[in-house]
């Protein structure tokens, strides 16, 4: 099964592509969709949505992790990053991607065993989880990673429970 994880944003978009094969994960692609600031906002919601579209049409994934959002400051920086989430939802289910949201807290557990983990501890952990040489950078990048993976935690826990 093919999973693209997804930490959205406007500035920065998060993506990572996982292979689940059984209980082993590959990390097959990763990186961040960029957007030039100052740009206005629907030239930059719209680049994201063709970035993510040639992603899904490029790598074929079946299902797709996307953060959930948790503002409790800025509601501009949060309704910014809303708009970024929905076109790439929009684009996922045009494609026929299943797509599931977690919390920042959901994945951490997930990936570490801890809901309190800071960025790096989760950095180590998809490293060592994915037997990589080197901890993804940027952030962004590792924290789509860390979407992905904690989907393809969950799959098997949900067959578990269907039967």
């Known amino acids: ?14 993506f990572s592509i996982l292979e689940r094969n059984k209980s082993k994960l590959t990390l097959l692609d ?5 957007t ?14 063709q970035d993510i579209d040639t992603l899904i049409k490029k790598w ?17 920086t949060a309704m910014t990053v809303a708009e970024a989430r929905g076109v790439i939802i ?14 920042p807290l959901e994945v951490k557990m997930s990936v570490c065993g801890y809901g309190r983990a800071d960025k790096k501890m989760v950095q180590q952990m998809v ?5 990589l040489k080197k901890t993804p950078q940027p952030d962004d990048a590792a924290d ?17 429970l269907a039967k």
């Open 1 to 14: 099964m093919r999973i693209i994880g997804i930490d959205p944003g406007t500035a920065i978009t998060g």
């Open 30 to 34: 990763y990186g961040c969709i960029r």
């Open 36 to 49: 030039k600031a100052g740009t206005p906002q629907h030239i930059r919601l719209n680049q994201i949505a």
């Open 60 to 76: 074929k994934p079946e299902q797709a992790s996307i953060e959930k959002l948790f503002f409790k400051n800025n509601a501009k």
């Open 90 to 103: 929009q684009k996922l289910t045009e494609n026929n991607v299943e797509c599931r949201g977690y919390t």
């Open 127 to 131: 490293k060592m989880l994915l037997k």
């Open 144 to 160: 789509a990673i860390a979407l992905a993976i904690c989907l393809a935690n969950a799959i098997p826990l949900e067959m578990r």
